[in-house]
């Protein structure tokens, strides 16, 4: 439970920061058929699909590296699901934001795979 209140607290934070920079939240916590997408968010015509990590520091290891390949590829047919969906348009990326509770950092890793 409290690793879900974690997260769910690092997808608050990075939400913040998107909007902050001019994002427009299109969802959050979607749900496909072999996954979830944290957060979609789109600035100008690009929609980015961001997965957010919550750690308390990145002393050891990056937040980032806890999305490997299978995760990249859950993440990428659930992507798929939403833009069939919504019948987008737009560019896309993934994103990957990390949030570190200790020091209060965030980092943006923008195509952070394909």
């Known amino acids: ?5 974690v997260g769910r607290y690092g997808e608050e934070i990075a939400a913040g ?4 920079k001019g994002y427009t939240i299109l969802a959050s916590g979607y749900r496909g058929p072999v996954g979830e997408i944290d957060l979609i968010a789109q600035q100008g ?3 980015a699909f ?3 990590k919550t750690r308390r520091s990145g002393r050891y290891l990056p937040a980032s590296t806890a999305v490997g390949t299978e995760k ?7 992507a798929d ?8 348009r737009c560019q896309f990326r993934f994103d990957i934001i990390e949030v570190y509770t200790e020091d209060k950092t965030i980092r943006h890793i923008r195509n952070a795979f394909i």
């Open 81 to 88: 699901a939403w833009i069939t969906e919504y019948q987008s």
């Open 1 to 5: 439970m409290r690793d879900k209140l």
């Open 50 to 52: 961001v997965e957010v």
């Open 72 to 78: 990249q590829r859950r993440i990428r047919a659930t």
């Open 45 to 47: 015509d690009t929609v």
């Open 17 to 20: 920061f998107l909007r902050k």
